[in-house]
């Protein structure tokens, strides 16, 4: 079993950034890929990008250019770094691994 906890969403300005923290637990981190998604209030939830265990990364279009995804293996996290950020990201943010997900954290921009 996987538990994933995010951290450092917020409240910010329109052009402003933020970093998102996922801390997950269990063995074998460094072997798995993880997601990070995100849900608007009435929107289908939307895949955001991927770390795969090798360090490869994709983007959603929407984000691509913008947010970067990264991990710390011996700390047992993957990071959103996420710029220039827009009202329409605004959402509740998740990180995901082998089908499990954290509790999510919200993403609030202002414009």
């Known amino acids: 079993q996987v538990q994933l906890v995010e951290y450092g969403g917020g409240l910010v300005q329109a052009g402003g950034s933020l970093r998102l923290s996922c801390v997950a637990s269990?063995?074998?981190?460094?072997?798995?890929?993880i997601d990070w998604y995100r849900q608007a209030p009435g929107n289908q939830r939307e895949w955001v990008a991927i770390?795969?265990?090798?360090?490869?990364?994709d983007y959603a279009d929407s984000v691509q250019g913008r947010f970067i995804i990264s991990r710390d293996n011996a700390k047992n996290t993957v990071y959103l770094q996420m710029n220039s950020l827009k009202p329409e990201d605004t959402a509740v943010y998740y990180c995901?691994?082998?089908?499990?997900r954290g509790q999510g954290t919200q993403v609030t921009v202002s414009s």
């Open positions: 995901s691994s082998l089908g499990f």
């Open positions: 269990g063995r074998d981190f460094a072997r798995n890929a």
């Open positions: 770390i795969r265990r090798t360090g490869s990364t």
